[in-house]
Every structure is written in C-alpha cells, then in structure tokens.
C-alpha cells in the first residue's frame, strides 16, 4: 500500500489545467447532480464540522445547555451539508483558468453566500451571542476557503476518483500547512499580477 498519492499524468495535469472557468460553472450548471451529489466531498463535510461546531459551542457557552445544543446542533448539520457540496465545487474549479476568476469565487462569492445561508439558519433558530459567532466563523471561512484550494490544487482532501485514503491525506497535512503558510504572500502577488494581465487584456 502507498503511503502518498502517485504524481497525476502529465496528460491529465494538461486536461486539467486547460479547463476554463466558463466551461466549469457551465458543466455546474448542465449536470449539477454529477458535483454536489455524486462528487459530495465527505472529507471536507467532517473537517468542516470539526472546526466551525466547537465555534458554536464556545459562543453560546454562558447561554445554558439547550441554546448551545441547538447551536451546535444545527452548525454540525448545515455544514456537514453545505461543506460537502462547497468541497465538490472547489474540487471542480481548483486548476480551472484564470486562476484569479476562480480565486475568487471560490475564497470570496461562494463562501460568502454560505455564510450568509449560515447566518440566516442561526437568526432563525435565536441563536444567543449570534455576532460573535458569525464573526469567528466568517474569518474562519475566508482562511478554510483558501486552505481548500490549496489542498486540493495539491491533490489533497479529493474524493472519487481522484481521491486517496483521508489517513494519507492526513499523513501529508503538516507538510502541506509549512507550504501554504509560505504559499499565501507568493500566490496573493501572483494573483494580483494575473488579474492585471486579464485587465489589460
């Protein structure tokens, strides 16, 4: 058994680097069912949950035993739901070009209109000390949000066909946290001089 992933083809690297933006949604669009269903990302549903639920938990601390467990409750399942299908979208969008068009969907629009949904379920149920919940969970969602990309554009936390084992997947995390922490001022410059060629274009 191995214990990291084979490196991709190089003819697969090139089919998946050649996708566009535009094709991707269009495809999202077309056959929903194919990315939010059947490529639900399990291992982005169960981190998700790890992280955002003990939020909730701390926030709604001091307001009795039955407003936390409802607060914990209903953050565990909604994003348990809505990160799955957040991780599938990242999967399918993670090498489309340009990177800056799919930068920002995936960092900014979607994760902002997760944690709007979020927001909304949480003033439903009246949930106590709501904006300092949110606000904790919305800086987690940014920092996540590109977290996941960087995963998965490194053929990690994948699932299907592309996917491995979530031990190895784990396995390889304190690697990859060492690299992303040096990724991000790099990658911000880079992506900032992409969105210039497009401007310019």
């Not at 399990?42 to 307001?63: E, N, Q, Y």
């Not at 940014?142 to 084992?165: A, Y």
């Amino acid at each position: 058994m191995r214990e990291f992933p084979e490196p991709t083809p190089p003819s697969e690297v090139a089919a998946e680097q050649s996708l566009r933006v535009m094709d991707a949604l269009m495809d999202l669009a077309v056959h929903p069912a194919r990315t939010f269903v059947y490529s639900w990302n399990w291992k982005s549903a169960l981190l998700s949950v790890c992280l955002r639920a003990p939020i909730f938990f701390v926030a709604t601390l001091r307001r009795g035993l039955e407003a936390m467990s409802v607060a914990v409750v209903v953050e565990a399942i909604y994003s348990a739901a809505i990160s799955g299908c957040y991780g599938a979208f990242v999967q399918k969008l993670r090498n489309a070009r340009p990177a800056w068009v799919a930068g920002i969907l995936i960092v900014i629009v979607m994760p902002a209109i997760v944690f709007w949904l979020d927001y909304l379920l949480h003033l439903a149920t009246a949930m106590p000390n709501l904006k300092g919940g949110m606000v904790a969970a919305g800086i987690l969602s940014l920092l996540s949000s590109l977290f996941n990309w960087f995963l998965m554009s490194r053929s990690s936390l994948l699932v299907g066909k592309e996917g491995h084992p979530l031990a190895n997947d784990l396995k390889r995390m304190p690697r990859l946290v060492v690299d992303f922490l040096a990724w991000v001022p790099r990658h911000c410059y880079r992506f900032f001089r992409s969105w210039q060629v497009e401007q310019q274009a």
